[in-house]
């Protein structure tokens, strides 16, 4: 509400880049609706007609039980007005506020109907001199409590004075008035304002491409005036790979009849094709737009506002002509029924619902766009599509009403402080109907500013990255068309209105907008003529390639691996892992390929493999799921395959032989379910749940005990005391605190639920006593809820609850360390789990440190995309982040390293890895991964991760080995 803005504006703040805010300066005018006004203005005696429908003076149904009119209408053609004429000139730049409160408001049959607070007046100059302008503040639909709405309007010396309109215009609900106030408009600069906490926009669901860009989406532009070829190169060259294409125009628009839109439609589709193939040559898909649909009611044949009435066979009609001409040309991407419909939901629905089936007998791939996220349309190929220009106020300021107002971004516009996250609350309807509709595909057909609104630039890069971060399609409104829109022309002077020139150099606007179009995924140009492929050969490595001299044989020859004076020590001394992992299918190969995979590993000097991942099924976009040491599709998930069993115990004997040593992981993958009494609703793989639930744990436990207590056949030891075991996982990347830190506790199901707040209640009584009480509430009782972390509680509360995790975490880790050196007899040190998932105090708990980093990992989902840049140009990159990290006092292992495929730069990763960890003194270095299938000899590169057939990381590894084995570095 502005109330608190303006005590707000007052204060001192960080300077952000804006112009000017608005903030009440003297009252001009005001209107309560007390008994006394309400008959100065021949409202008191207005009521509702018997159907409930209309405008009621209501003495005492005001926000503070004072009088307010309340307005209703029954349907979206019905109307509950009034006007109020002030007895006072209202003039110059003023700021209204109305106290507004809806119940189930509806839409407004077009754009500019719905709820109103409008001020009409007749203006004395400016673009609409002599006519009639009808400005109106920014209003919301559905039911909310008591609030204020805020308009800045600029009314210069109106000829006739503003009125006041209030009410509901073709639009159903009812709509409570209590106050309307007008003051004289005080601008502020932007550097007293002071930017509020946005807490609608905390409650909205963040985008899982947050951290990425989806790969699948396409970004481009609206298509404008200038579609020539040389136009087309300059947007190939800014990344564009779309556009939404105008089929449209004032000889469609203005059609006298039917035939005449329809020959008129005839030869615009000439047009479109010459412009589709430029398209095509310069790699770019086409929205195809209908922007002048026939027979609408606003002009007789050629506008979009559709009555409930409609007849929609013109529209189908146009399309099946659309259709049958562009359906087969390669850059025919999409078909937009209708440019920016304006109707009644249920009325659009049906008239795409009638035009469908008509295209479809023409052409049956190519998808709809439809502008709405009312409604799913079930069986169809259809993209849905947003036009995004919030607050309207900002991005077109004096588009057809020349206004003095000055709005900036970000800040406060009509009371309301707009920034990205306010942004993310305007399009939360579009984000919950991605979330409700998974598959979903969005395109945000038109979005823009106007360049003379001071912050443009600004708030075309928020909009992007709304965009992306919810892996949307857009195209930007517009390409060489209107210059105010077009980004390569900037404003004159101080962000005057309405004028413009072509700027010699980028604006800022362009910038944004081809960082944003840079995004999209383009083909690198390869000459692969007289090329051919090669791989290192898989036999062992001869001459002083052959590191496997560096490899003490077998493992354990000199001692068992321990820890002393902060490091891994054996008999003869110090000791260093010089590692690799295999992960999922790749720790099951048969005995002929286990003994081929030891002695080439041997021979690039890798001491050590981490078994990983092999406790469930593995599996994702680029392989199906393969098993692991479970059976598949078994009864319970607390059994063993005898044959995957078998296979490891093969592996990890041909290893010992060779002085390969293992590093043991336990709890990966396994996602315990109700086969085995867990209940539906933890994350996966019981991630964080299994760290203080009894039931979990003691399965965890059970599967420990049968996965090192097995006797390997071809050794002849078990895993506890084997010597080829150099350490043991207990829980790869889990831990309670991170799971508490995602929030994923404060939405458990039962009975994890109540177990979590149990746990916690009696961790209360336990430090403080019976006596604990919080709001009221007894810890004795079990009363006492949890702390979530997106809560604001006190600060001793929240550190209460931070030491209550902490302590719970450090149960879990300390006893099952226990149960597996003392109970269970395992003589291996132990790692808890990795840095960044749990603290590093309680880390230092066991015996050793571990830690996983990766630069630029990819963003994986059903596609890949991955930044191709040097570490070595980024200043140590996260090899330097990896040496900041190590506890004092602990061995420091990196179980997880890579650089991962196709990074230009992927041969830089490894020696870096080991001429660090070498030079700082890390006790364990490990390549992540060598496999992640069971063929270890693959003739290609089968995965971003996987080293097995990657000549840039295989042909360094001796290197590698001899950096840090040796002790070259």
């Not at 049906?350 to 998808?367: F, G, I």
């Not at 009480?773 to 006190?794: F, M, N």
């Not at 105090?841 to 990992?857: G, I, K, P, T």
């Not at 290197?959 to 840090?964: K, N």
Request: charged content about 25%; overall charge negative.
């Amino acid at each position: 509400m502005l109330r608190k803005f303006v005590f707000a504006a007052v204060m001192a703040a960080a300077s952000v880049a804006a112009e000017a805010a608005y903030v009440r300066g003297d009252l001009v005018w005001k209107c309560n609706f007390t008994p006394s006004e309400a008959e100065a203005f021949a409202l008191a005696s207005c009521k509702l007609a018997a159907d409930g429908t209309g405008v009621q003076y209501a003495a005492k149904d005001g926000a503070t039980g004072d009088g307010a009119m309340r307005f209703v209408s029954g349907s979206q053609k019905g109307s509950a007005l009034v006007t109020i004429k002030p007895e006072v000139d209202i003039d110059g730049m003023v700021l209204v506020e109305a106290d507004v409160k809806g119940v189930q408001v509806g839409e407004g049959f077009r754009a500019w109907n719905g709820p109103k607070v409008m001020m009409p007046y007749v203006p004395s100059e400016g673009g609409k001199k002599g006519k009639t302008s009808y400005p109106q503040m920014p209003s919301e639909t559905g039911s909310f409590d008591w609030k204020t709405w805020t308009m800045v309007q600029d009314f210069g010396r109106p000829e006739t004075p503003p009125k006041l309109v209030l009410g509901l215009e073709n639009a159903a609900g009812e709509l409570l008035v209590d106050s309307v106030r007008v003051y004289r408009a005080k601008e502020i600069p932007d550097e007293q304002v002071v930017a509020p906490v946005n807490e609608a926009a905390k409650k909205i669901r963040r985008g899982e491409f947050a951290a990425r860009h989806n790969p699948k989406a396409l970004r481009g532009v609206m298509s404008g005036g200038d579609l020539s070829e040389e136009s087309f190169a300059n947007l190939e060259n800014w990344g564009a790979n779309l556009m939404r294409l105008q089929i449209g125009g004032k000889d469609m628009r203005h059609a006298e009849s039917m035939s005449a839109y329809f020959a008129a439609l005839s030869n615009k589709l000439d047009w479109c094709v010459e412009v589709m193939d430029r398209c095509a040559k310069h790699g770019m898909k086409v929205v195809v737009d209908l922007h002048s649909g026939p027979a609408c009611v606003s002009s007789k044949h050629a506008s979009n506002i559709i009555p409930p009435d409609y007849d929609a066979r013109e529209l189908a009609q146009a399309w099946e002509i659309i259709a049958a001409r562009l359906k087969d040309h390669p850059a025919t991407y999409a078909y937009d029924i209708l440019n920016e419909p304006s109707s009644a939901p249920e009325t659009w629905r049906r008239v795409c619902l009638e035009v469908m089936p008509a295209v479809r007998k023409v052409d049956a791939k190519t998808p709809f766009i439809v502008e709405t996220c009312r409604y799913w349309y079930e069986g169809e190929k259809v993209i849905y599509s947003p036009h995004f220009y919030s607050p309207h106020t900002l991005t077109h300021a004096s588009v057809g009403s020349p206004t003095k107002v000055r709005w900036s971004y970000p800040g406060y516009i009509n009371g309301v402080y707009w920034d990205k996250e306010q942004m993310r609350v305007s399009l939360k309807p579009w984000i919950d109907f991605q979330a409700a509709h998974p598959g979903a595909e969005i395109l945000v057909g038109e979005f823009s500013c106007i360049l003379w609104s001071k912050g443009a630039d600004k708030w075309i890069r928020d909009a992007i990255e709304i965009f992306e971060e919810y892996g949307w399609s857009w195209c930007y409104h517009a390409y060489r068309e209107w210059p105010a829109w077009d980004v390569e022309y900037t404003h004159v002077g101080d962000y005057e209105h309405r004028k413009w020139v072509k700027a010699k150099e980028a604006t800022s606007r362009m910038k944004e907008l081809v960082k944003g179009l840079s995004h999209n995924s383009r083909p690198l140009a390869v000459d692969d003529s007289g090329m051919f492929p090669f791989l290192p050969s898989y036999d062992k490595p001869q001459g002083v390639a052959d590191m496997s001299h560096l490899v003490e044989a077998p493992a354990g020859a000199h001692g068992r691996i321990r820890v002393e004076g902060g490091h891994f020590v054996n008999d003869r001394g110090r000791v260093r892992l010089n590692a690799t992992n295999l992960t999922g299918p790749a720790n099951f190969p048969t005995h002929e390929e286990a003994e081929r995979l030891a002695a080439r590993l041997a021979g690039l000097g890798i001491n050590c493999v981490r078994l990983h991942y092999f406790d469930d099924e593995y599996g994702m976009f680029m392989m199906p799921k393969e098993q692991g040491i479970l059976p598949l599709n078994p009864k319970s998930k607390r059994e063993f395959d005898a044959e995957r069993r078998d296979r490891m115990d093969y592996m990890d004997a041909e290893f010992k032989k060779r002085g390969i040593y293992i590093d043991m992981n336990l709890h990966v993958a396994r996602d315990l379910d109700a086969r085995d009494g867990v209940a539906k609703g933890t994350p996966w793989a019981n991630k964080g749940f299994d760290q203080f639930d009894t039931h979990i744990i003691e399965l965890e436990k059970e599967y420990a005990k049968n996965l090192l207590e097995h006797v390997n056949p071809y050794t002849g030891m078990n895993y506890l005391k084997d010597t080829v075991v150099a350490v043991v996982e207990l829980n790869t990347e889990d831990a309670l605190w991170r799971v508490y830190r995602t929030d994923w506790l404060n939405y458990a199901p039962e009975p994890y639920a109540s177990e979590f707040k149990s746990l916690w209640n009696k961790w209360l009584v336990k430090t403080y006593g019976e006596s604990k009480e919080i709001g009221g509430k007894s810890a004795a009782k079990g009363e006492v809820p949890i702390v979530k972390y997106c809560d604001k509680p006190d600060d001793a509360l929240r550190r209460d609850f931070y030491m209550f995790v902490s302590d719970t975490e450090h149960t879990y880790w300390t006893s099952m360390r226990d149960y597996l050196q003392k109970e269970l007899g395992l003589e291996a040190p132990g790692s808890a789990t990795q840095l960044g998932y749990s603290t590093p105090h309680l880390q230092a708990e066991l015996d050793f440190v571990d830690n996983h980093e990766y630069w630029c990992h990819p963003s994986v989902k059903e596609e890949w995309t991955i930044e191709n840049k040097a570490m070595i140009n980024s200043r140590g990159g996260c090899v330097a982040a990896l040496a900041a990290m190590r506890v004092a006092g602990k061995p420091y292992t990196v179980s997880e390293y890579n650089h991962p495929y196709p990074n230009f730069y992927g041969a830089e990763g490894q020696p870096m890895l080991r001429a660090y960890g070498a030079l700082n003194g890390w006790d364990g270095v490990f390549q992540y991964s060598y496999n992640n299938r069971q063929n270890a000899e693959p003739d290609f590169n089968e995965y971003f991760f996987s080293m097995a057939a990657r000549t840039d990381v295989l042909a360094h590894m001796p290197a590698c080995a001899a950096m840090y084995l040796r002790g070259d570095v």
